[in-house]
């Protein structure tokens, strides 16, 4: 369902406080008729650099969130060909994880790995979610997206003969924690992995959906599938007939989509998966404590409804409703 600025005002005035139905139901409206000059780009006032710098995040304390069922987020096994983790990277990680956490009613969690670098974890119910590390500072924040793999070296050797690149070379023990980083002919980057933890959490609250968004979906379609051996299936009795379903072992994995005038490139982008009913007001507590619309919300054949956005450190996350059919990692 598209939606509209009515039922987006509705939604929101019975669910979060402090909610001014003007700015908000506009913005969303201007990003749906828009094009990428004329979208809200992400803030970064001094106020929030402050609070990045003392990891104070009451900033955006005063936008209450919906909560999800305590019960809706699981564990389960990732089997080779699925997606296993996502890892934020940003020159703010913990204010980005914690406005993630903070949008989803999650927690998050702070570590010191060493003597000089900290990892944050994002929780859902005590089940790990996704991760955060820094990176240097005149680095765009971006997702690391982990893909599970039986062999990484005959991953890489297979995507510079289907046309791709291997951006950073097979390392780390075999059988134990051995990875690499793959691009396809668009760009698209994925981390394939073998060995490590063969679990992911999904449902409600948590990341619990994919989405490719590719500037050139043929040659994307092309590549992944080629690459995993998953196969693919077009949605042909749906709004959407642009989006495609990856299958692994004919359960799907993911979806690939083409990119909209307001995306920059192609890339991986993780869905925060929610119920149904608390998309709007999800995509509306985000919108509150300051981020942006990136993709306005649409229809979707697998998630339902389909935002992105952009947080106020500049990293983009997507927001959908927990997918409608059983999925290869549930």
Known sequence: MQLSGRNVEETA?????????????????????????ALP?????????RAVESKNFSWWADASYPSHPSN???????????????????????????????????????????????YSTILCKGLHVAGARRTER??????????RVPDVDLIADMALQLGGR????PLGIRGLDRRAV???PTGASITAIA??????????????WDELRSTQPTESLRFWCALFDWSARPVLKHSDSQTIIFLNGGK???????????????????????????????LHHALLAGASIRVAPRAHPVLTTLAVVVDPMGLEFAIGAEPVEQVAAA
Do not use: K, M, Q
Request: with cysteine; charged share 20%; aromatic share 6%.
């Open 13 to 37: 005035r019975s669910v979060v406080s402090g909610f001014n139905p003007t700015s908000v139901a506009s913005r969303i409206h201007a990003a749906s008729h828009a094009d990428s000059r």
């Open 252 to 282: 799907p994995v993911a979806t690939l989509a083409p990119t909209l005038p307001s995306e920059p490139r192609s890339r991986w982008l993780p869905v925060a998966t929610v119920r149904s009913d608390l998309v709007e007001p999800t």
């Open 195 to 208: 060995g490590g933890d063969d679990r992911r959490t999904v449902g409600t609250g948590t990341f619990g």
């Open 182 to 184: 793959i691009s396809d």
């Open 72 to 118: 809706a987020s699981r564990s389960v096994t990732v089997h080779p060909g699925t997606i296993s983790w996502h890892e934020l990277r940003s020159a703010s990680p913990y204010a980005s994880a914690h406005f993630i956490a903070a949008s989803l009613d999650d927690e998050c969690i702070t570590r010191a790995r060493g003597h000089s670098s900290e």
């Open 166 to 169: 291997v951006d950073v070379a």
């Open 41 to 49: 780009r992400p803030v970064d006032p001094s106020s929030r650099e």
């Open 138 to 147: 005149d680095a765009a924040p971006s997702w690391v997206t982990f893909i």
